[in-house]
């Protein structure tokens, strides 16, 4: 373990804003992982820049970094990746600009998930600057630059790298934007799984005052459809609200009036809880369809199963942490869409924890900079928790 001690206190929201001033529109860095990993280092971190690629995707920066050698080994992770602006004229500031406004951070990335990243890197380094003697434990970092896209050359594989290099992460906080209305108000210590399915009827075309020498395939689309949405597929769990199978899109292509349509497609996604998996919704699925009949292509992508990390040491410590620093007590929660967590949960027990998300993803995303350095404080009394200081 380095003894290299701070030399000045950062200043979270400033930090926050340098991060946001880099571009890194998924899959780009843009520089956002040389600025952290030179702060990590001035805190005497080991830095390990990772470039991932495979066929047919983009190469990702990826980072993973840590201060000491021994255990336990409590790790943040998160991503720089952004997703994209939209038409920048449509900002009332640069998404870019990090501009600082009646103490409002704006800009792209703020709350996903920038300010978090921020936030904890200034509360690792106020803990190295106070650790109790003898102190043996370990914090990481595992910093990918593909979180909001296909997330195959991210965090997945970084985990990877660090068990096949023999290292052991004990514990980690991913720094989402859970918190609902108020800073502290949810953890998350789960995810419902998420799969697409691309549905494709071929029928017969032809004249639509000549029907019986056609097969029209958007009948026979709407038939199969319905039968995947007539019932319910659950009634929710202890932990997870009921799984859900929603129609995104239709397509026939067809601008005529007199024309009946050979082709018809459509796409739909499932988010489901624990009573499931992705190959049971499968079954589920084509039993449905074969019921209502007839010949069709159906093609698969599972983005991550369900998961659930019991209450525990993580989310015991965090919401310890919140009520220390907030006066809240968290709602522990399953809600919301995927995240890196999917991956982590099989190396060891993870929450996940951030700032308010109402704005991510979203025109004008920003944050009160004050939520900043109280999501610091929240990291600090968290690393103080975990390690036994408290």
């Not at 529109?25 to 001035?42: F, M, S």
Request: include cysteine.
């Amino acid at each position: 373990m380095s003894d290299v001690a701070p030399k000045t206190t950062l200043d979270p929201v400033g930090f926050a804003a340098e991060l946001i001033r880099r571009p890194s529109v998924t899959p780009k860095d843009e520089g956002a992982l040389d600025i952290l990993a030179a702060r990590l280092e001035a805190l005497g971190f080991t830095c390990h820049r990772l470039r991932f690629e495979a066929p047919g995707t983009d190469p990702v920066e990826n980072l993973y970094a840590r201060w000491g050698a021994g255990h336990p080994n409590i790790c943040f992770a998160g991503h720089t990746d952004v997703v994209p602006t939209g038409a920048a004229d449509t900002w009332s500031f640069d998404p870019f600009g990090a501009a600082l406004k009646n103490g409002v951070l704006c800009g792209r990335g703020a709350v996903d998930m920038k300010g978090a990243i921020a936030a904890f890197t200034a509360a690792a380094e106020r803990f190295i600057a106070t650790r109790p003697p003898h102190f043996t434990g370990s914090i990481s970092y595992l910093i990918t630059g593909d979180e909001e896209g296909v997330a195959i050359n991210g965090t997945r594989k970084v985990l990877e790298w660090v068990a096949a290099r023999g290292e052991q992460i004990d514990a980690c906080v991913v720094g989402e934007p859970t918190s609902a209305t108020e800073l502290g108000d949810m953890i998350k210590i789960g995810r419902r799984g998420s799969m697409t399915g691309r549905l494709t009827v071929t029928g017969v075309q032809g004249h639509v005052a000549y029907p019986h020498l056609a097969d029209n395939a958007a009948h026979r689309l709407v038939t199969l459809l319905h039968a995947l949405t007539a019932e319910r597929l659950d009634d929710g769990t202890e932990h997870f609200q009921a799984s859900g199978l929603q129609v995104t899109t239709i397509d026939i292509g067809n601008p005529a009036t007199n024309v009946i349509p050979g082709a018809a497609r459509a796409t739909f996604n499932i988010r489901f809880n624990d009573l499931w998996t992705s190959a049971k919704l499968k079954g589920w699925v084509a039993e449905r369809l074969a019921d209502a009949g007839g010949e069709y292509e159906l093609k698969w992508e599972v983005s991550g199963e369900s998961f659930l990390v019991p209450p525990g040491v993580v989310s015991d410590c965090l919401s310890a942490a919140i009520g220390t620093v907030t006066g809240r007590t968290p709602e522990l929660s399953t809600t919301g869409g995927t995240s890196d967590a999917r991956f982590i949960h099989a190396y060891c027990p993870v929450a996940e924890f951030g700032l308010v998300g109402q704005t991510m993803h979203k025109i004008d995303e920003r944050v009160p900079a004050a939520e900043i350095e109280q999501l610091a404080e929240i990291y600090v009394a968290f690393l103080d928790r975990f390690f036994g200081r408290n």
